[in-house]
């Protein structure tokens, strides 16, 4: 099986709950935006991050990119999935609150081309979207 096979349903139901998880665990004093990441490699192997902040605000890290650092500083290289949970946004709010940043989704391009974006929704966590990365991306400034 090709190691980017589309994710199953109970897997990005598995991002997005691990993303929110996550998120728990987030250092946001300042934004007070708590934001959870899951990245789900070839071999089934999950690696989360959560956002960590700094009062040097430039400094800020996202979930995403702590995620994916995480992963492949144990060795990963193939993802599947990436789940992100929000866990602050208003749960009225739609999509717009929910996304990737700009810079992740340029480490995304980079790093985990192949990947399906989970996002997490509102109260029950369950997945709200679902998008392959090239389709946030578009165009992307790459090095070959
Ligand atoms: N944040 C993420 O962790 N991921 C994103 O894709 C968007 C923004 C964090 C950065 C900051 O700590 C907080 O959310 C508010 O912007």
């Not at 007070?32 to 902040?53: K, P, S, T, Y």
Request: proline content about 6%.
């Amino acid at each position: 099986m090709k190691a980017s096979h589309p994710l199953t349903p109970e897997e990005r139901e598995q991002l997005a709950s691990a993303a929110a998880a996550a998120a728990i665990h987030a250092y946001a004093p300042y934004s007070r935006f708590r934001v959870g990441a899951a990245v789900l490699d070839e071999d089934g192997r999950l690696h989360i991050g959560c956002n960590i902040e700094n009062a040097s605000y430039g400094l800020c890290l996202c979930a995403e990119r702590n995620a994916l650092s995480t992963a492949l500083a144990t060795g990963a290289r193939r993802f599947r999935g990436i789940g992100v949970a929000c866990i602050d946004a208003a749960p009225g709010l739609g999509l717009e609150g929910r996304t990737p940043c700009g810079a992740c989704r340029q480490w995304m391009v980079e790093l985990a081309p192949d990947a399906e974006v989970v996002i997490a929704g509102g109260e029950g966590r369950q997945p709200m979207a679902v998008w392959p990365v090239s389709a946030l991306l578009p165009e992307a400034f790459r090095l070959t």
